[in-house]
């Protein structure tokens, strides 16, 4: 079921079949910049999204996290049999947020959630039983990207995109950074750590491979143990979405 479209943004479900395999839902969210603040739409956000809200200095980016929290909300109300307003949330030991226990779905399995934003679009995914983490990057044009590889690349990406065409190598480091992103996010460790101690390109055409290039890393074993794919359905952006294969690690 997709959440009613409004008059501040619309949503709809993208099509990843290996991700619907793994009962991972990713849903696309479409801004409306027209709206103001005070829209009925916004009804659903607690006092402290709100206060939230208030403290964006750039109007857009209020707008973002409103529309893209309310859609969050509706998303998981939906599978919860809760009402949008009354969910509540916590965040586990490493400050990553999730539905609080005490409004887990139950018999279904308990949800995990991650969202990302850039620009005209939010993702939001949903799993079952499974950690996820999204990303999404509008990809520009007059970025350099070439200066950021040293912090985003494993040598084994540097050497994937250093044998493209010219015309192709920003699309691979936006690939790149996106699948980083996501799985970082699945892990829930954040790029504190780093990106540069794993590679995800390689010999796979359409999702990533990861490879660990740093064996000292904390995080190697866990990481291995996530499975990914690019979303190509935004013209213009990069997007990539990253899910636990076995059953999510929980904190008690």
């Not at 015309?167 to 750590?193: P, S």
């Not at 000292?216 to 866990?222: F, L, M």
């Amino acid at each position: 079921m997709l959440v009613p479209a409004t008059s501040a943004f619309n949503v709809r479900e993208l099509a990843a079949p290996r991700a619907s395999a793994a009962d991972i839902e990713i849903f696309c969210v479409t801004f409306d910049f027209r709206v103001t603040l005070d829209c009925p739409a916004f009804a659903p956000l607690s006092d402290d999204e709100r206060a939230k809200v208030a403290r964006f200095r750039r109007h857009d980016d209020a707008l973002r996290y409103a529309m893209t929290r309310v859609a969050l909300r509706q998303l998981l109300a939906e599978r919860t049999d809760l009402k949008a307003s009354e969910l509540r949330f916590e965040r586990d030991t490493g400050g990553r947020p999730r539905l609080h226990k005490s409004m887990q779905s139950g018999p279904g399995g308990q949800l995990d959630f991650n969202v990302s934003h850039s620009e005209q679009y939010a993702l939001i995914a949903i799993g079952r039983q499974r950690r996820v983490g999204v990303d999404i990057e509008f990809a520009r044009k007059d970025m350099n990207w070439r200066k950021l590889t040293s912090a985003v690349f494993a040598p084994r990406d540097e050497a994937h995109v250093t044998a493209l065409p010219m015309h192709k190598r920003a699309d691979a480091f936006y690939d790149v950074w996106t699948a980083k992103e996501a799985m970082l996010k699945a892990l829930g460790a954040g790029i504190g750590g780093g990106m540069t101690w794993f590679s995800v390109l390689g010999d796979r055409q359409h999702e990533p491979r990861i490879v660990v290039s740093e064996e000292s890393v904390r995080d190697r074993d866990v990481i291995a143990n996530l499975d990914a794919v690019w979303l190509r359905a935004l013209s213009g952006y990069a997007a990539c979405v990253a899910w636990s294969r076995d059953a999510a690690w929980w904190d008690a």
